[in-house]
């Protein structure tokens, strides 16, 4: 049982290239979400899945698109990247059952945007 | 803009000491509430999580939570070396945002032998 997964683990890109980042749950949870955590920052909503076919808009959605490519799938792409985009990117899943509903985190991509 | 603010650090608590960890927030109708550790370089893994007022206690974790204040607070009991960690206040909003969790900014805490 991996819990949620995420690849790349680093990155390193120029500004304007493109690229997504996968992530993967098996947990069998309903509920998938993209954050990026800047540094002294918490960590910021970009965009969420609450059920399969679903996405909706975080925090800081601009200059990302998400795609729910099935329960377990949710991927994170930035189309043309920009040095404000450098970060680092956690994936997280839960099952929204209530209000002790819990997201469990990934390890994180470490994205650097020169 | 919902917000959540966590009481400025570094906190430094010498070993066996209490650390005391502080978060408010300011939507009202924020219904549940998490506390994260993070290591250095690792993600956020779940302490606890608190949704009624009053105290909830975890082994040597107290979650504290006053919703006339919009207050919530984490006691750390004899504090240890490998508690040092970043800790994440989060807050769960409710109604047509719920599980859309709103992050404070983190308090790093280091507890010395």
């Known amino acids: 049982n991996a819990g949620v997964t995420q690849t790349p683990k680093f990155q390193v890109l120029k500004t304007g290239q493109s690229m997504t980042l996968q992530c993967a749950q098996d947990?069998?949870?309903?509920?998938m979400y993209w954050y990026r955590q800047d540094p002294g920052m918490g960590l910021r909503l970009i965009y969420y899945?609450?059920?399969?076919?679903?996405?909706d808009k975080g925090e800081v959605p601009n200059g990302y698109n998400v795609s729910r490519l099935n329960k377990r799938e949710f991927s994170l792409r930035l189309e043309s990247a920009a040095p404000s985009q450098t970060s680092v990117y956690f994936c997280?899943?839960?099952?929204?059952?209530?209000?002790?509903?819990?997201?469990?985190f990934g390890p994180g991509t470490r994205l650097t945007v020169l | 803009q919902k917000e959540v603010e966590q009481n400025s650090g570094p906190l430094s608590v010498p070993e066996g000491a209490i650390a005391s960890l502080n978060c408010t927030y300011s939507d009202q109708g924020s219904q549940s509430f998490f506390w994260y550790r993070q290591y250095s370089g690792k993600s956020p893994e779940l302490i606890m999580f608190i949704y009624s007022n009053g105290d909830k206690e975890d082994g040597r974790f107290t979650a504290q939570l006053n919703k006339a204040s919009q207050y919530v607070s984490l006691l750390i009991r004899d504090s240890q070396p490998s508690d040092s960690a970043t800790y994440l206040c989060a807050v769960n909003p409710g109604g047509t945002s719920y599980g859309k969790l709103t992050f404070g900014q983190g308090t790093i805490l280091t507890v010395h032998p």
């Open positions: 997280a899943s839960s099952d929204l059952a209530g209000l002790t509903d819990t997201q469990y």
């Open positions: 947990m069998n949870h309903n509920s």
């Open positions: 899945s609450a059920s399969e076919g679903t996405t």
